[in-house]
Each structure stands twice: as structure tokens, then as C-alpha cells.
């Protein structure tokens, strides 16, 4: 995320979490998926995200998302039975 933060062009920038959310990493996320737009680390380092990037997490359960994550999250279901082997 800080090298995608460091990037001066003006085009897109995805950031692509493909897994189950974890309940302890996906807290430290909860900033940056709020009005704040900043990664702060344990650290203390803060990581602010520019308006051309974004976050997307391909997950296949909310199972261990808390609602504070599922709040700040717009959440997609496509069922799989839609999808078929093309997409």
C-alpha cells in the first residue's frame, strides 16, 4: 500500500485480497475502509489512500468479518451457481 501511495500517475491502483478475512488483520484494515482513508500501522506509521486507490477483497464467507468490517465494506454476492467456469 505505501508503494501504490508513492505512485504519482492519475490512474487506477487496486489493492487484491484474495482469502478469508483473517479477524486480526482485518481490524488493522478498518481505517482505511472508513471516512479517514488511512492505513495506520502498529508502528504508528500512517498511510494515507490517494483517491485513485482501492481495495477489493475476494473472499467466499463473512463468517469472521465483524460488523464493524461488513459496516464499512459494500458487499457483492454472486452466487456461484451464476458464474459457471468463464468468468
Known amino acids: ?18 482469502g478469508d478475512i483473517d479477524p486480526m488483520w482485518i481490524e488493522s484494515l478498518n481505517t482505511v475502509m472508513d471516512d479517514n482513508k488511512v ?4 508502528s504508528n ?8 486507490m482501492r481495495l477489493l477483497f475476494e473472499i ?3 463468517r469472521t468479518a465483524t460488523p464493524a468490517t461488513v459496516s ?4 457483492l454476492y454472486i452466487n456461484p451457481a451464476d458464474l459457471g467456469w468463464n468468468p
Open 1 to 18: 500500500m505505501r508503494d501504490l501511495a508513492n505512485i504519482t500517475h492519475k490512474g487506477p491502483k487496486w489493492i487484491i485480497l484474495d
Open 45 to 52: 506509521e500512517r498511510i494515507p489512500l490517494n483517491p485513485t
Open 72 to 75: 464499512r465494506a459494500g458487499i
Open 60 to 62: 467466499s464467507h463473512l
Open 39 to 42: 492505513l495506520t500501522l502498529a
